[in-house]
């Protein structure tokens, strides 16, 4: 009986203490922020499996094969917890995995034709864009902390990129790659606003099914008289590639069914952070003071983001924030 008594002050004391921490933050938040990090660890180690495919496989290949792998693993998931993969919104869903496989195409694209710094920092355009997205389409504010996460976050990328070709002549970067390259973070963006969009009813894996289900198609006919055949190695890392990017989808997925979408893509900043440490240890890649100091940006703008307060419009309850 003392026992029980006895940790009843200090079951409070902790509670109290990580309410402190937490601040005005509830369990959701905070999972759906620590979903975000996983995604963005997943999507960093998806492109660890790509830069190892060295450029040998056309880029839809890669598409359709990570494509193919998502589907059985998603298909497999959804059976076992008996919910139909065809969902509510059929149209909503079908125009999110167009968005998310063109958008896919154009950045694996883009990696192809500039280099890796440029095409990160054009990619990483895509949280000031998802930003503006959902405040046009779906009326979610743009709060000024947010506003200052995605700064402070796009400054981190930035500095940790370091791409050559900033204070140089612009003609020294190619118009038309550049283009691909904003290209694939606008519809980046799009994509992760349709998914915000379509969490109100859809189950998570619902949505992520139907982008494979989008992209199997919508790739089968670019690799006509194309297709290369993969030797052993290049089956490890495209299975690599295939799983790594539907566990980020999925735990991305979830980010954005709890946090409003300038919030959670600001969050993910933090894969350039993750991308920079695996350049180091697995490609010999330097790393600078300057990179520190991104990389520090980039941390802050992700803390910024996950103490950020959830607002709730008018038209919304508490448990729909």
């Not at 917890?81 to 883009?110: D, N, Y």
């Not at 600078?288 to 983001?305: D, K, N």
Request: glycine share 8%.
């Amino acid at each position: 009986m003392d026992g029980i008594v006895n940790r009843i002050p200090m079951d409070r004391a902790m509670q109290g203490l990580l309410a402190t921490i937490r601040g005005s933050q509830s369990t959701k938040d905070w999972r759906a922020g620590l979903s975000l990090i996983g995604a963005a660890l997943a999507f960093s180690l998806m492109t660890v499996c790509v830069k190892h495919l060295g450029g040998r496989l056309p880029v839809a290949q890669i598409v359709l094969i990570r494509s193919v792998i998502s589907i059985v693993i998603t298909w497999t998931m959804l059976a076992r917890l008996r919910v139909s993969p065809w969902g509510h919104q059929k149209g909503l869903l079908i125009v999110r995995g167009v968005l998310g496989t063109v958008a896919l195409l154009l950045f694996f694209q883009a990696l192809a034709a500039l280099p890796l710094a440029a095409a990160t920092l054009l990619q990483y355009t895509y949280p000031t864009l998802t930003a503006l997205c959902a405040w046009a389409l779906l009326g979610e504010p743009i709060r000024k902390r947010i506003s200052l996460a995605i700064l402070l976050g796009l400054i981190g990328v930035l500095l940790v990129v370091q791409p050559e070709w900033i204070g140089q002549d612009g003609a020294s970067l190619p118009a038309m790659a550049a283009s691909i390259g904003l290209g694939g973070a606008l519809m980046t963006a799009l994509a992760y606003v349709s998914v915000r969009q379509l969490s109100a009813r859809e189950h998570p894996l619902v949505i992520v099914f139907y982008f494979p289900l989008v992209s199997v198609p919508a790739t089968l006919p670019l690799l006509i008289n194309t297709m290369v055949q993969p030797t052993r190695t290049d089956w490890i890392w495209l299975l690599g590639v295939g799983l790594f990017t539907q566990l980020g989808q999925v735990w991305l997925t979830q980010g954005l069914t709890a946090l409003p979408a300038a919030r959670a893509t600001s969050i993910n900043y933090v894969q350039v952070v993750f991308a920079t440490l695996w350049g180091v240890l697995f490609f010999a890649e330097s790393i600078t003071g300057t990179v520190v100091v991104g990389a520090l940006c980039v941390l802050g703008a992700t803390l910024i983001s996950l103490s950020a307060r959830q607002t709730v419009r008018p038209d919304q309850s508490p448990a729909d924030t």
